[in-house]
């Protein structure tokens, strides 16, 4: 089974790592928490969970609903306890036999005390106020006695993690339109968040964090570093710095200064390691090649050199218009300075206009093999050389731009 633990930058108690297992096989996960603050948090704990319209579950129904969270029902362990796959009915919510109602995943936090509660308490906080089709829905808690549990909507492919980095017969190398599927359903997610409906800052965009589910959409999840953004005409939000090594925005690093151009950075390193298949960062690579924004930054901007850091198991599988437009991107989101950072909801356009691209190279290439198939059949070469010329012809009069039509 094991675990996947994560390089914290700073952790808010030396006694606890976090939630930062990866849910074992299947790529599940949570991360550390730490407690926010600000418009989104009520004052006190009966305020959150009054306010967070979530079922409370007693610690009867969920010992059941996981078959008394047997060994074999674990997705993953980490810092702050285990996950368990469960069963519930879809109407009621009351605990099903395997395999019948709906599978939920329960993370059931150890019995350590005050810190582990804020954490379990911070969670519900924002995922029992936040909804979007890219954030994981969190469907209940458990507060009873000593016992803290969270209830959530099972991700049945795991973790983007997981299936970039690990390599066994259960995760199969992600094709390159599924990749750019995943890299804009999770720009979707952090654009809602950083709409003015919600106002956050996740502070923890990292491929561990990204969950899939069965059609390969995905859903954020760990909210326990995320942050209420700026407010009162404030540009940045003053904290502790916490993340993880190798996503965490340099000028976060050095000042503290917290602000939504820093989830953007994030995303421009997860969507290098979907373009590489390498981690951000790998000890293991030959030196200079450890930090991957680093060694990957001057490759990014030639349609040569480009290939030459691009996951060799999706070889073939893109244009380089599509690859070099998604590379260009990835730059935009790793600049230096923030301002020069787009905006998520940018980002969405982009990846969506990615999307329109592959779209017309299909068409262009199933209209391609049509003429030929024609062309063939009628038994005329020249008629064959006459279609594929008036095919390009037309081509060459649409021509798509290859930079990122973006702006900082």
């Avoid at 994981?136 to 980095?165: A, Q, T, W």
Wanted: glycine fraction near 8%.
């Amino acid at each position: 089974m094991g675990s996947c633990f994560s390089a914290r930058i700073k952790a808010e108690s030396p006694s606890h790592a976090g939630w930062n297992s990866k849910y074992g096989k299947k790529g599940y996960s949570s991360s550390k928490l730490s407690s926010p603050s600000g418009f989104l948090t009520p004052r006190t704990e009966d305020e959150i969970l009054q306010s967070s319209n979530l079922k409370s579950f007693s610690f009867n129904e969920l010992k059941t609903a996981t078959r008394n969270f047997r060994p074999d029902s674990v997705l993953g362990e980490g810092g702050f306890g285990c996950v368990f796959k469960g069963w519930i009915d879809e109407h009621t919510f009351t605990a099903a036999k395997p395999g019948t109602g709906i599978v939920i995943a329960v993370k059931r936090l150890n019995q350590e005390g005050f810190q582990g509660h804020k954490e379990w308490l911070a969670e519900i906080n924002y995922l029992g106020q936040l909804y979007h089709p890219n954030l994981v829905k969190l469907i209940g808690y458990c507060l009873e006695d000593e016992h803290r549990l969270l209830v959530y909507e099972f991700m049945p492919r795991g973790s983007l993690e997981n299936h970039l980095f690990r390599r066994s017969s259960y995760f199969q190398p992600l094709s390159w339109n599924i990749r750019m599927k995943i890299a804009l359903g999770a720009a979707k997610g952090l654009a809602y968040l950083h709409s003015p409906e919600a106002k956050v800052i996740y502070r923890d965009f990292k491929t561990s964090n990204i969950l899939i589910d069965s059609n390969y959409n995905a859903k954020l999840s760990d909210f326990g570093l995320a942050k209420d953004g700026p407010s009162d005409g404030k540009s940045h939000v003053s904290t502790r710095v916490m993340g993880t090594y190798g996503y965490a925005a340099p000028e976060y690093m050095a000042t503290g200064h917290l602000t939504a151009k820093s989830d953007v950075y994030s995303f421009g390193v997860v969507l290098l390691e979907m373009l590489t298949g390498k981690r951000a960062m790998d000890k293991n690579r030959p030196p200079g090649e450890h930090n991957l924004v680093e060694w990957a930054k001057p490759y990014l901007t030639s349609k040569r050199r480009i290939l030459h850091v691009m996951d060799a198991r999706i070889e073939g599988q893109y244009s380089t218009g599509g690859v070099l437009r998604a590379a260009m991107l990835a730059i935009k989101c790793l600049a230096t300075e923030p301002k020069f950072r787009p905006k998520m909801e940018e980002v969405v356009k982009a990846l969506e206009q990615l999307q329109e691209l592959k779209d017309d190279d299909r068409d262009r290439k199933e209209s391609l093999q049509s003429h030929q198939s024609n062309s063939s059949s009628s038994g005329s070469s020249s008629h064959r050389k006459y279609a594929v010329e008036a095919f390009n012809r037309k081509a060459a009069s649409h021509p798509r731009p290859l930079a990122s039509p973006i702006h900082a």
